[in-house]
């Protein structure tokens, strides 16, 4: 009995990826809630951001002003920021049996820096190693939407941050590091098609904590 009460206090880690308006938030909190309804705390968080140290770090990513800031040091600002809430927020809730859900994780490095801006994925694995300190998502759903969808969706709604104003190359270079990345890692990623309706990806994405819960406990 003692040995079933140990297994249960290890805690989920899911992460959500994707483009900016792929409807990645509304799921958020949808999934909140239904993880909730199972009985578990759940922490909420984002990157880059989450902690006090990490959202300062944000606003000097995304500020529209720092137009000279080197891909390389973008690259170690995002991890700098995700070592942060590593630390701070996601390595205690795990080990506390609390479920954390964050939108956008790692992967965002990969595509943003390495496919997006062109540096070696080896180079953004081995700096956001250190970041990570042993840490990988259960289960990543990756909210797949088109570049242009993506952006008519997005600036319907706001005027873009440093990163949203990029080109639509970029977004397409983005984009196809996602599908990629989907591609190598597909027991952890998971694709969601977000051309439906919100019922419909919700119906998909319980689905996948389901089976994912019932392994874990397994």
């Not at 079933?4 to 409807?23: H, P």
């Not at 902690?51 to 500020?63: C, G």
Request: proline share 3%; net charge neutral.
């Amino acid at each position: 009995m003692h040995h079933a009460e140990d297994k249960m206090k290890k805690g989920f880690f899911i992460t959500f990826e994707g483009l900016d308006g792929s409807g990645k938030t509304t799921q958020i909190k949808l999934l909140e809630e239904y993880i909730k309804s199972k009985g578990y705390e759940v922490v909420l968080t984002r990157e880059p951001g989450g902690t006090d140290i990490s959202e300062q770090i944000r606003t000097l990513i995304l500020d529209t002003a720092n137009t000279r800031m080197a891909p390389i040091t973008e690259m170690m600002l995002y991890s700098a920021a995700r070592a942060q809430l590593v630390a701070e927020v996601i390595k205690p809730a795990i080990s506390n049996g609390k479920v954390v859900l964050c939108d956008r994780f790692v992967d965002s490095s990969y595509v943003y820096q390495g496919f997006g801006r062109g540096i070696d994925l080896k180079i953004v694995h081995d700096v956001n190693k250190i970041a990570l300190n042993g840490i990988e998502p259960d289960i990543t759903f990756f909210f797949d939407i088109d570049p242009q969808n993506s952006l008519k969706r997005r600036f319907n709604a706001t005027a873009g941050d440093r990163i949203e104003s990029e080109s639509i190359e970029f977004h397409t270079k983005v984009y196809n590091g996602y599908k990629k990345l989907s591609e190598l890692y597909p027991e952890r990623i998971k694709v969601i098609d977000c051309m439906r309706s919100i019922d419909e990806i919700f119906a998909d994405l319980k689905k996948w904590i389901d089976i994912m819960e019932i392994n874990k406990r397994g």
